[in-house]
């Protein structure tokens, strides 16, 4: 199994978030670094302070050298998907290749009504998101590209520079609906990310996964699964510990551990070393 940490940027400092990923840079365990894009803060209140995703992880990427860098996940509907694919390339960029292409279909109906923004219906936002994923890897792979969807038109579309990572930055979709998501990830992503919840769940959701790629003849092992695994506001390094444990018995390859706020770099190096300890770290990073 791998490691990585997630620091939303919300409720927080620009200077903490920065402190804590030059830390993280410089230990081994952590693969990658992720933020996330929203505009107002998440599942607290609303009305704290919260910096845009794409701008941060720019910020932040240019601030590290080794870790890898993504938004988990970029909203689709917040940007037309050929700027979202010109802003990767010129990110993949001027990170290095380090970039990992997180989106989904978009949910929060409180900040995209708040800025007029139209989300849609369910079915509305998976096609949107399934339009997008042809456009995005059409643009950051293809010399142009000519769409003719319902959300999106393209006419000899160009995308350059693109990025180093060929055929196109890796793209990790988020999000667990077994009948759109699903199907979609195991179309057009890289890597699967399971939003938190139960082995069992996870279980479930991976099978489900493996049977959309057996409908298309994909290979699932070329899908890397992530999960969210958050670490409580005490501390507890060890119940992280046991919920990569339960979910790496069940596949999972990539734990992506959710700091809590206020962001501390002194949490980084007791949860290395746990994770150390723990024998799930893949060897090739020990």
Known sequence: MRFAFK??????????????????????????????????????????????????????????????????????????????????????????????????AGWNEEES????????????????????????IGLLSQETTTFDGTFYQLTDARNEPKGPQRPHPPICIGGSGEKRTLRITARYADHWNFVGGTPEE??????VLA???????????????????RLSPDHDYDAVIEQAAALGAEGLDLAIVYLPPPYDP????????????????????R
């Not at 049977?211 to 695994?229: K, N, V």
């Not at 007791?270 to 770290?281: E, K, Q, T, Y």
Request: glycine share 8%; proline share 4%.
């Open 7 to 104: 620091t939303s940027p919300q409720n927080t400092t620009w200077s903490d978030m920065l402190t804590v990923w030059r830390a993280a840079d410089d230990i081994e365990v952590f693969e990658s670094g992720w933020t996330f894009d929203h505009f107002y803060p998440i599942f607290s209140d609303p009305t704290g302070p919260c910096l845009e995703g794409w701008i941060t992880l720019t910020a932040l990427a240019q601030a590290t050298t080794r870790l890898r860098v993504g938004v988990l996940v970029t909203g689709i509907h917040h940007r037309h998907p050929a700027v979202l694919a010109n802003m990767a390339s010129a990110l993949d960029i001027v990170s290095g290749g380090r970039l990992e292409l997180g989106i989904g």
């Open 113 to 136: 009504g708040a800025y007029g923004i139209e989300l849609g219906t369910i079915r509305e936002r998976f096609d949107r998101f399934e339009e997008a994923c042809q456009v995005l």
């Open 202 to 207: 996870f279980a479930r959701k991976r099978d």
């Open 211 to 229: 049977a959309h790629c057996a409908d298309i003849g994909r290979d699932p092992a070329e899908i890397t699964l992530s999960s969210h695994i």
């Open 266 to 285: 002194a949490v980084l190096e007791p949860l290395a070393d746990r994770i150390r300890a723990s024998g799930l770290l893949d060897s090739k990073v």
